[in-house]
């Protein structure tokens, strides 16, 4: 059994973020970490090969220092790491990332691939569906239960106060929450090797039907008109309520406006 899980290096926002004048984020200036939810798939993947004996391969699209996050991988467990980097590739927004991704996905084997459900960075939710949609494989989002039966895959899907259990044949991609599990950390014997391991890198040369237009920031459909690292909130509204059951009585009447309760 094979697997994929893709990863992003994210800016580590507790150390502030910086921004290009073109409004996308100075990755390079900035800390950065394995996105969250990121991690809570490479740790379903980890389990996987341990049930499964499953190859575990890690790929990223990034700056050269993403190679950072793939030997964190590694050290965690996984088998290999692949660095998606060129200059051509930057400012992608998630349209032109999962492009990317899925063109360089197109040169593995795999009968699973994992993502998390968002970054941090961006919360869109939408690279790992699109990457699925490209390589045309069916696609569970919202994962916080996995199980392998066979050639399928069976999946618990959050939705609201439930979930809904969902089976699809593989080759599929799963989205996985960071709620699916508690990730490992590194050990240090996974540390020695990860420094010792070779890292794949692939440029644009080595994306499997692509075209330059759907690339980078020439090829992102989605513009930025102003990106800020701090956003200015209101006074918002003040009340003075005469008594302790006027003041219930009021915040009960806003859950019941904003649908709360």
């Given at each position: 059994?094979?697997?994929?899980?893709?990863?992003?290096?994210v800016?580590?926002?507790?150390?502030g973020?910086?921004?290009?004048p073109?409004?996308?984020?100075?990755?390079?200036?900035?800390?950065a970490?394995?996105?969250?939810?990121?991690?809570?798939?490479l740790?379903?993947?980890?389990?996987?090969k341990?049930q499964?004996?499953?190859?575990?391969?890690?790929?990223?699209?990034?700056l050269?220092?993403?190679?950072?996050?793939?030997?964190?991988?590694?050290?965690?467990g996984?088998?290999?790491?692949?660095?998606?980097?060129?200059?051509?590739?930057g400012?992608a927004?998630?349209?032109?990332?999962s492009t990317?991704?899925?063109?360089?996905?197109?040169?593995?084997?795999?009968?699973?691939?994992?993502?998390?459900?968002q970054a941090?960075d961006?919360d869109?939710a939408?690279?790992?569906?699109q990457i699925a949609?490209?390589l045309?494989?069916?696609?569970?989002?919202?994962?916080q239960?996995?199980?392998?039966?066979?050639?399928?895959v069976?999946?618990?899907r959050?939705?609201?106060?439930?979930?809904?259990?969902?089976?699809?044949k593989?080759?599929?991609?799963?989205?996985?929450?960071s709620e699916?599990?508690?990730?490992r950390?590194?050990t240090?014997?996974g540390?020695f090797d990860?420094?010792?391991?070779?890292?794949?890198?692939?440029?644009?040369?080595?994306?499997?039907?692509v075209d330059d237009?759907?690339?980078?920031?020439a090829?992102?459909?989605?513009k930025?008109?102003?990106?800020?690292?701090?956003?200015?909130?209101?006074?918002?509204?003040?009340?003075?309520p005469?008594?302790p059951?006027d003041?219930v009585?009021y915040?009960?009447?806003k859950?019941?406006?904003k649908?709360?309760?």
């Open positions: 059994m094979k697997v994929v899980v893709c990863i992003k290096q800016p580590d926002t507790k150390g973020v910086k921004f290009n073109d409004g996308t984020l100075d990755r390079g200036a900035m800390l970490i394995m996105n969250p939810d990121d991690k809570a798939g740790e379903a993947a980890l389990r996987l341990e499964y004996d499953a190859e575990v391969t890690v790929l990223t699209m990034g050269p220092k993403a190679a950072d996050v793939l030997r964190e991988a590694i050290a965690m996984a088998d290999k790491g692949i660095l998606v980097t060129d200059r051509v590739l400012g927004d998630t349209w032109a990332t990317t991704i899925a063109g360089a996905l197109r040169n593995i084997d795999y009968d699973l691939i994992i993502t998390g459900r941090i961006g869109t939408q690279v790992g569906p949609e490209h045309q494989i069916p696609v569970i989002s919202y994962a239960d996995i199980k392998i039966d066979g050639e399928k069976i999946v618990q959050q939705y609201d106060d439930r979930y809904h259990v969902l089976e699809a593989m080759p599929c991609l799963i989205t996985a929450l699916l599990n508690e990730p950390y590194m240090p014997g540390i990860a420094c010792a391991a070779d890292i794949t890198t692939w440029g644009r040369a080595d994306l499997k039907d237009s759907d690339l980078g920031l090829g992102s459909p989605t930025i008109a102003k990106a800020s690292d701090k956003v200015r909130k209101g006074a918002g509204e003040k009340v003075v005469e008594s059951e003041a009585a915040i009960v009447g859950f019941k406006e649908h709360v309760i």
